[in-house]
């Protein structure tokens, strides 16, 4: 089984407990902080790696960081145990976006992948975030990117569904259009 599906089924199970007890929201926050903390010491990755070190001592460091970091709910510190008991720690990056985009899922909460030929003016994002919204019938996040390529216009991505209103689109359907008349 892949990493991911792995981080899936950890992620899933912590939401449905998470979201019983009303600590989604926290849940998630103290994943993204774990991740950091692991993310942001190569010695803590390397350790934890190494399959030398028993499980148990795995274990004992993480609850020692956890605790050294102010302490999580009771929820996240059975997942960090389960997850040391079965040398499955490497999953924690891959853990804590699958929740993240599970609490977004929760919420109604879509990413649209925006690229524009210049950066969007603040009435502009408002009126793209709510268009997208209403397309979709969920709330939208932008995440921009500026690509000059595309001349003017947008395209945007939402799940599975592109809007292509691009200049360089457009053109590419005259073409199309003039060499079908042909």
Known sequence: MS????????AAALFDVALKTGHADRAGD?????????????????????PAVPAATKKDIMTAVIETGGGVSAEVLRLVAMLAERDRLGVLPELQRAYADRLLEYRKVVPAEVVTASPLTDGSRAA?????????????TLN?????????????RVG????????????ERIRQNLEAEA
Request: no cysteine; glycine share 10%.
């Open 3 to 10: 990493e991911r599906s792995v981080a899936r089924r950890y």
């Open 30 to 50: 103290e994943l993204i902080a774990i991740a950091r903390i692991v993310g942001g010491h190569a010695e803590l990755r390397t350790l934890l790696a190494t």
């Open 128 to 140: 793209l975030t709510a268009a997208l919204g209403a397309a979709t019938g969920s709330q939208v």
């Open 144 to 156: 921009e990117r500026v690509d000059p390529a595309i001349v003017g216009g947008i395209i945007a």
């Open 160 to 171: 599975s569904m592109v809007f292509d209103g691009s200049v360089t689109r457009q053109l």
